[in-house]
């Protein structure tokens, strides 16, 4: 036995841990925390005792004051004899602080049984009360379809009343009637302290159940979607008060309501203060003297607090089946108890497919709900925009931080940056259109094909190309379920909902920005100044342009996927068959990997592809000179090319052996060199590629001044000076004949001169 201090607020044991010692409180208080409870234990109580059967501590403890403990060296049953034959009155104290600790466990037992009846019970008579009073005011009464999913609250293995009893008997008892009674005897000590010990945890697996029972439930009553019994009655009292009838019964039930919600502890303050007080700030009387109208409902920012059901509200926003839910949350909770969630036997495998489909499937549920308005929960923001379903898959921690993340989502927004739910929603606002599915095929191309096949006739046909809502849908099955599973960047372990094994640093960390998308973004732009050039018509007959070819910078749409993942992707060059819309880049929404680097890569795929676009069926066709067509046949006839080194050669085998014989990888690895390296002098690249790379990817004038001396650069920038002074004279020529017509230097013009003095 040793004495031991400890300071407020410290963690001393943390959940989890194995066990390592028994800790008799002497002075002081310590606060047990479970995922949704919190226990006082006051001096004399033993801190570790309920685990002494498990040999882990099932709660975090933390000292709510300054504390003096006594602790005891303890791994084993076994180890009372040690403690017991130090002082054999030890059988007594802990056997009589066993009795004392079990029975404040079933005592919180009983008073959250008694907690989720009432709950039912005030519930049921609320809606009967709601029923007859809408009958009384012969005002149409509103479905209130989810109540259906509630149930009574059924344990499966209550505690009988008769161990709360005893135990309630037997902790008060002194300590010398305890010693007399166990006769000092180390066997009927410890077997009465395992005892207590089992019901204690038998207690706290039935309080969660209970706790997440009232969870699940009590939003019925009060919600911040405000899809509840209250807001029935709110509506009610409203629509009621323009008959002139005699409305004291009803506001008479609605405070009772208030009164209950208050006393249950079971609703936010915040939640309450907020729902409370639109009720009563509601005129009644001006709704009298005017008729019903309807209130804009604001949006409440939730305070986070432990134990929320986040999974259950997910899934009551959704609105989905009882029977759904149950399967779904099963599933979840074989996903939790894994010892290895990234295991690739079969029946993981089947698992992870199971649980991917059910997400999609709850997902677009919560999407189009949201589209109905109404308050949205914190958890459905973590849902929609992070992947985010249970608090034990992502972490205590992360949970918090994520939860804090959903007041300040504006952080992931810019013109060109979108979480996928704000990308969603652009598609459903006709701001945006879908994106290509995996077969390249847009949706009007999509459609054509259905009805081809006789999936749709014409007349439907017509009516899905403007239904936006069917829009949404082919992006939801299509580009986020494709771009969700590759930007994880595991595929054969991918699973959507968030998970504490992807999160390895902390979420502020990982989350990538619209300043940080951008910052990159411009970093290379910097470097390579035409990336996201393309050359467009500018007509303007009036003043005698028919078709000039002016450079216009279309920077990419980024959108952020919900999920913790490591690569990055270019969905798409162009949102359609126009050359001057956005191309769309798929990030995931929180990444360890550098971000900078992910951007090269994908603006390398993007520089390819959209030659590739430009050129049409002759992009690799080298009597038409492209960036394509001559890296194309750069390495194809690699070779045979008099220009490269024995040892330029091996590594360009080596190139195409790890990007598996595909030409665009291996640019795409010369392209991040170039980047990242060449455009500072370090030399990555062959005589061959950067001479074909610059041509088509030229620096930006400053990177040229400071590189102009080194004469591995200074053949190649002088052509390119040349070539530049031509083009740029051309647009001087015709400028001034535009002038002359009575044409005026619009935005898109000076931004074309700019562009030949970058």
Known sequence: METVKISKGRRFLKKGDKLKGLFVILQGSVRAVLKNDEIEMEAGSIVGLMESASGAYLCDYIANTDCLLYAYPYRETDDYKKIFAADEKYVAVFTMGAMHQAATMLRRYHMFLEMAQKYYATLMDDYSEYKKLCNDYQIQETAFHRLSSATPVRLEEPIEKWTMEYYGKMSTLSLKYMDQFLARDYAIGIGEIQNAVCWMVKSISLIQELKDYLNVHKELLLSPSAEDLFQMYFDLARKAASTGIDMEPLFQKISEIMEYAKESHLFPEKLMEVRFSEYKNYDFHMEAEHGTSDTQIEEVHEEYEEGIDYLGQILAYAEYGKKETEQFQDLLQKYKDLPDRLATTDDVRKLRKQITQDFYDIYQLVFFRSLKGGRMP????????????????????????LYDLTQELHRCKADNVFTIYEWLLSIYHGENEPS???FDMDYTNYLNEQKKTGKITAAQMGKLASDNMEKVKFELENMFVSTNRATYGKISTFCPVLCEDDIISSVEHMLITAEKANGVLDEIRKVDFSLFYREVGYSDPEHEVNMEMIQ??????IILMPNAGSKAMMWQETAGIKKDTSARFVFPIFTVVDVEEMMTEVSGRFRWEMCRKIQGVRWNDVTEASLTSEYND??????????????????????????????????????????????KGSFRLNKVSRDIIFRYCPFNKEIRTLLRA??????????????????KRHVELWYDRYQKKGGEINEELQANWDFYDL
């Open 634 to 679: 750069y390495i194809q006839y690699y070779r045979k090319n008099h220009d490269l080194s024995p040892d330029a050669k091996e590594k360009i085998k080596n190139a195409l052996s790890k990007a598996k014989n595909n030409y665009r990888e291996v640019f795409v690895k010369d392209y991040q060199s170039w980047i990242r390296y060449e455009s």
């Open 436 to 438: 290509r599915n995996e």
């Open 552 to 557: 216009k910078e279309v920077l990419p749409n």
């Open 710 to 727: 080194n004469p591995m650069y200074r053949e190649m920038f002088e052509k390119y000076e040349i070539l530049k002074e031509r083009k």
């Open 378 to 401: 914190a958890a459905v923001k973590m849902f929609l925009n992070f992947g985010f379903m249970d608090e034990g898959l992502a972490g205590e921690d992360n949970t918090h931080s």
